[in-house]
């Protein structure tokens, strides 16, 4: 058997009710990397409890940008 090959993709939202501060633009910043694990973790939730679930191997949140 082969292993299969995985697919990145990418996946943009809004998330209304985070006010941006020049902080997300700094991926050292503490409230970055704040922001970056809760978001992942929820995604991850998310995710895993759909329909491709049984295959995802976890996400990983990018930036964050005025929008």
Request: charged share 20%.
């Amino acid at each position: 058997t082969t292993a299969a090959a995985v697919e990145h993709f990418t996946i943009n939202f809004t998330i209304t009710n985070l006010p941006y501060t020049s902080d997300l633009d700094n991926p050292d910043s503490a409230k970055f990397r704040a922001t970056q694990r809760v978001v992942n973790m929820l995604l991850d939730r998310l995710l895993k409890d759909s329909s491709i679930g049984p295959v995802f191997h976890g996400c990983e949140t990018t930036d964050f940008r005025y929008g």
